[in-house]
């Protein structure tokens, strides 16, 4: 399950590398991290995590471990919703994402890594 961590901290990284260059991917990089930082968290708790990319899902998931999990969710309903659908459209669509929706995500990515620290250590 190391393996999530490492992926989601390289998604991670490109999120950050990205934001210079190609705000869109910026989207893409924080939702994938994301989603990996959910299930490796998941699956150290679990010993599995839904088979899904769906973020809600996800974090529904996580609110059974965590009561954080509903809270951070409601918290960023809707920047989570616009990670979800730069999942699709930054690969296959070439939609295009503002500066400050790159920074946002950035900021949801760095919060969600705050709140759920204790398993990420």
Same mark, same amino acid.
């Given at each position: 399950?190391?393996?999530?961590?490492? *992926?989601?901290?390289?998604?991670?990284?490109?999120? &950050?590398?990205?934001?210079?260059?190609?705000? =869109? @991917?910026?989207? @893409?990089?924080?939702?994938?991290? &994301?989603q990996l930082y959910i299930k490796y &968290?998941?699956?150290?708790?679990?010993?599995?995590?839904?088979?899904?990319? =769906?973020?809600?899902? +996800? @974090?529904?998931?996580?609110?059974? &471990?965590?009561?954080?999990? =509903?809270?951070?969710?409601?918290?960023?309903?809707?920047?989570?919703?616009?990670?979800?659908?730069?999942?699709?459209?930054? =690969?296959?669509?070439? !939609?295009?994402?503002?500066?400050?929706?790159?920074? *946002?995500?950035? !900021?949801?990515?760095?919060?969600?890594?705050?709140?759920?620290?204790?398993? +990420?250590?």
């Amino acid at each position: 399950m190391e393996f999530l961590k490492e *992926n989601a901290e390289y998604f991670e990284e490109k999120a &950050i590398e990205a934001l210079k260059e190609k705000p =869109r @991917f910026v989207l @893409f990089f924080a939702e994938q991290a &994301i989603q990996l930082y959910i299930k490796y &968290i998941l699956a150290k708790e679990l010993d599995d995590y839904p088979k899904t990319h =769906r973020l809600k899902v +996800l @974090f529904e998931e996580l609110s059974k &471990i965590s009561e954080e999990a =509903r809270d951070f969710y409601e918290r960023f309903a809707d920047y989570i919703d616009l990670l979800e659908e730069a999942y699709i459209t930054a =690969r296959y669509l070439g !939609k295009e994402y503002s500066m400050k929706s790159a920074e *946002n995500a950035l !900021k949801v990515l760095k919060e969600f890594k705050e709140v759920f620290k204790r398993w +990420l250590l």
